[in-house]
């Protein structure tokens, strides 16, 4: 049951903090750029229709700072932090594991391994399809999470202890592989760091495209089973009897999650910790619902990826530090806490 | 037992030992006649002595640089083990390899049983350094970072393995070129240098900062080192200080230049506006070594485009 | 709603638990399983509601085979109290039971005022209404257990299963919440069946059993018929008495020394 309190929050304070972090981020960078400017940059690009005399006064080169790389990186920033939230909302309301997220499970090492897979037949054989990559990287995730969950499953259920060391287990090959596939590949380390770390750096408009669609198919799919996603939360036997296919459900839903994760790594490489820490934060405020659960996770972790980029590219200005590395700052003291809490205290 | 027995023995068992240590540190061979350079001290780039007793006739090079360098000195033959990297001269492909830089096969090296070993800095670990010493075999550091550091590692590598005259003739050579070199650019009239940004990778912005051999490289083939005063070492820029930079030329070590050129946020950098991103051998700007001046050619025709 | 079981095998692995059972479970009867452990009878309850399929045999649910019904419809005819109460423990009460009205939602559905009404009338039914904006995990056992009863009864049921529904509770709840499922027998029609371990408590509220052993029904009738001193010394190998309740009248079992 969606209160009436809790979505008039989400639009209120929720949709606008979203819609003012893209704005400020994008006045944020190595590069300092008076607020001004960026508005103008942004307004004369969108609204003005490129008309010159708008522009006139700011040097070609912030125009091109703001408008092709700060603009586009923000805003896929926002996409990939919304997809890795949501996926993290799904794997742990399915798994009933708090500690779930696409990172721990595997899910993120798989979808890295299957996108340098094809990297490495595009330089080898000159396969080039298009949007192959984040469908390399689907089918990588799929399997990751199929081979992490049959491994720690014990009898019905997916206990805490076993999902973790599957997902270690599981995650530390990946990354093996992923730097096997790099080397074969004639990369040199850098290409090898950013799939294990993650970055938003040299990304531009069409990078977008490679997470849209994704995003927006596997987030209507995921909220439409929200009532599901609340009702498999009683326990697997209980949802069943509760007329739910359990089954069914969830299969979509995992395949859905790992669709979504996906299309974020193979434009970004591994982020973790995002599909961690933002569920349990939202929750704390939303509750359990799903229902609200799922939007507000979404733009919450839209909002904290943009902010973690910014930092990533000014804290050491003008040098960039890989993003990966500023969520995993925030986010390992956060899984620890996780770690620390009794049982019995985070159940849901 | 009684204490007094026990630290009876423990006394006499440390005067015993410290005799044996005493005896040890002495040589016990007669004083030799010195005819020759040999035995030779040597101090390396990590500031380690090393005594040379006889002329090495068998070598392993740890880095392309080095392996280039010993070939250019007439000490091909002598060369037994190189890395994987080792590709030029060609002849340097045929000789077995014994691993990468990074973490080279150091039972490997033992068992081919050279003289010495010459190797770029932190490239054999200190437990490593120390196997192959007990083994008899030297490990000698030589890790030049300018063109001047070449030439003077040429002359102590020359002097090393006593081919004095071939260093001195190899050294002079390249000062000649160096010169001709300079003239030529100086010549090339530029009153401004342009500026040259050096990428090193297309994932992250890897460059070059201050400092470093590439660096100096660029400066001495007529243009300046865009990224020079943003720190030094390697470095990993943001994509928007490149664009405040904005280069008058892009060189890539790596063939990227199509994808650089096909990059559809960056069509605004002058550099690709004009054309001038151009792709340099990496093998021949980043080893401080003999082909020196064919990575300033490199350059130099990057730069002059 | 009656149920009738023909003839049904079921095995875990090679483990063979149930061998050819059959019972007929009335319409509006309160229907007991007792047996020892291992005897089947929640094997028995999971394959009534359809958690597990039989490998032989057939159920009969109102005349129709189960088989051919599918998940949602049957959470609309049949709800499952368990005895773990993995009742949601973050949720409100009130938001748990409405999952109870899940089976006639469809996806994109929101419930509606009927389906509110009828969250309401099972909280009353419950005496959980006062509770309705607690957090379950804030609850005491008993009340939990009265919070499942209530979602059971938003599915608006016919049949209710209930598996050792009082077996972690104290006595006083113990009596509490069978009460109410009598009362929703009696007053509602409902058909129960109950799997219980306590034989005097399902002596006294059930008016049919089925004393299950190995996996075959073994004794079947009114309580006095099946709780016998032979019965349950034979099923449940030891030695006890059976006696008239002196209140209730019903059979009451007592241990005796071996």
């Known amino acids: ?348 | 037992m009684k204490k007094s027995v026990v630290i009876l023995v423990l006394a006499s068992l440390l005067l015993v030992l410290a005799a044996g240590c005493a005896g040890v540190s002495k040589s016990d061979a007669p004083p030799q006649e010195v005819t020759g350079p040999y035995p030779m001290i040597v101090v390396d780039d990590d500031g380690r002595t090393v005594v040379i007793d006889t002329e090495p006739m068998r070598f392993v090079s740890l880095a392309p640089n080095l392996t280039e360098m010993l070939f250019a000195l007439g000490l091909g033959d002598r060369v037994v083990g190189v890395s994987d990297f080792c590709n030029y001269p060609l002849q340097a492909l045929e000789i077995e390899k014994i691993g990468n830089a990074f973490t080279p096969n150091v039972e490997k090296m033992i068992a081919l049983a050279p003289d010495v070993v010459v190797s770029p800095r932190g490239s054999v670990l200190q437990e490593a350094v120390a196997l192959l010493e007990q083994n008899g075999i030297n490990v000698l550091v030589y890790d030049p970072k300018t063109i001047d550091e070449i030439e003077d590692v040429i002359t102590r590598i020359a002097a090393m393995a006593n081919v004095d005259v071939n260093g001195k003739n190899l050294v002079s050579g390249l000062q000649m070129q160096r010169k001709e070199f300079a003239a030529r650019v100086a010549a090339a009239g530029q009153v401004s240098r342009p500026s040259a940004f050096i990428l090193l990778d297309l994932d992250y912005l890897f460059t070059v900062g201050d400092g470093e051999y590439l660096s100096e490289l660029i400066e001495a083939a007529g243009a300046v080192n865009a990224a020079s005063g943003q720190g030094v070492g390697y470095l990993m820029l943001s994509e928007e200080v490149l664009f405040e930079l904005d280069p008058d030329i892009i060189i890539c070590t790596f063939s990227m230049s199509g994808q650089v050129l096909a990059k559809p946020a960056w069509k605004e950098l002058s550099a690709v506006k004009n054309g001038r991103v151009f792709d340099v051998e990496d093998d021949l700007v980043s080893r401080p070594g003999p082909r020196v001046i064919l990575g300033l050619e490199e350059l130099y025709r990057a730069i002059h485009q | 709603m009656e149920i009738r079981v023909s003839d049904v095998d079921f095995s875990y692995g090679a483990q063979r638990v149930l061998r050819g059972l059959s019972l007929h479970i009335p319409e509006g009867s309160f229907t007991g399983l007792i047996g020892p452990n291992g005897s089947g009878k929640t094997t028995l309850l999971r394959l009534l509601s359809k958690a597990a399929k039989p490998e032989r045999g057939t159920i009969f649910l109102g005349g129709r085979d189960m088989a051919v019904i599918t998940q949602k419809e049957l959470a609309r005819q049949m709800a499952v109290v368990s005895q773990d109460g993995d009742a949601g423990y973050l949720f409100t009460v009130e938001e748990v039971v409405t999952m109870g009205r899940a089976p006639y939602l469809g996806r994109f559905q929101s419930e509606s005022a009927r389906d509110r009404e009828i969250v309401r009338g099972a909280l009353e039914m419950t005496g959980c209404l006062h509770l309705k904006n607690r957090v379950v995990a804030e609850l005491s056992g008993g009340e939990r257990q009265r919070v499942v009863i209530a979602r059971a009864l938003a599915q608006q049921p016919k049949v209710l299963l209930l598996d050792e529904p009082t077996s972690h509770l104290d006595i006083g709840y113990q009596q509490e919440i069978l009460d109410l499922v009598r009362r929703l027998n009696s007053a509602e029609g409902m058909t129960v069946v109950a799997v219980l371990h306590d034989l005097n408590l399902a002596a006294y509220y059930c008016n049919l059993l089925y004393l299950l052993e190995a996996g075959r029904v073994f004794a079947a009738g009114k309580p006095s018929d099946v709780l016998t001193a032979h019965n349950v010394g034979q099923v449940y190998r030891t030695r006890v008495l059976v006696t008239p309740h002196p209140v209730l009248g019903t059979p009451t079992v007592s241990l005796l020394p071996l």
């Open chain 1, 1 to 348: 049951m969606m209160k009436k309190s809790k979505r008039r929050l989400f639009y209120i304070f929720l949709l606008p903090a979203l819609v003012v972090s893209v704005v400020l981020a994008t006045a944020m960078g190595a590069v300092a750029v008076p607020p001004l400017d960026t508005v103008r940059i942004v307004l004369a690009r969108t609204v003005f229709s490129r008309d010159p005399g708008r522009l006139a006064g700011i040097p070609r080169g912030t125009v091109s700072i703001i408008w092709n790389l700060r603009l586009p990186r923000v805003l896929l920033g926002a996409l990939v932090g919304s997809s890795l939230a949501l996926a993290g909302v799904t794997f742990q309301g399915l798994l009933r594991n708090p500690l779930a997220d696409p990172f721990t499970i595997g899910v993120s090492s798989g979808a890295a391994a299957g996108a340098t897979l094809a990297l490495l037949l595009r330089q080898l054989v000159g396969l080039n399809l298009p949007h192959m990559i984040p469908l390399f990287a689907f089918v990588g995730a799929v399997l990751a999470m199929f081979f992490v969950y049959n491994l720690a499953k014990i009898g019905a259920t997916v206990p805490v202890v076993t999902l973790l060391l599957s997902g270690v287990v599981v995650s530390s090959f990946l990354s093996a592989v992923i730097s096997m596939t790099m080397v074969l590949a004639g990369q040199n380390m850098q290409g090898i760091f950013f799939w294990l770390s993650g970055g938003l750096t040299m990304r531009s408009w069409q990078h977008l495209w490679f997470v849209i669609p994704y995003l927006v198919l596997g987030g209507l799919v995921l909220y439409s089973f929200a009532r599901e996603l609340n009702i498999m939360l009683l326990g697997e036997e209980a949802a069943h009897n509760l007329g739910v296919s359990v089954e069914r459900t969830k299969k979509i839903l995992l395949v859905t999650a790992s669709l979504v994760t996906a299309s974020a790594v193979s434009v970004s490489g591994m982020i973790g910790f995002v599909g961690l820490i933002i569920p349990h934060a939202v929750r704390i405020v939303s509750g359990p619902d799903h229902r609200v659960l799922l939007p507000a996770s979404a733009v919450v972790g839209a909002i904290f990826l943009i902010w973690a980029d910014v930092v990533a590219r000014t804290v050491m200005a003008p040098q960039e530090v890989p993003v990966g590395i500023i969520t995993a700052f925030v986010g390992a003291p956060f899984f620890i806490y996780l770690l620390r809490k009794k049982k019995r205290d985070i159940r849901f």
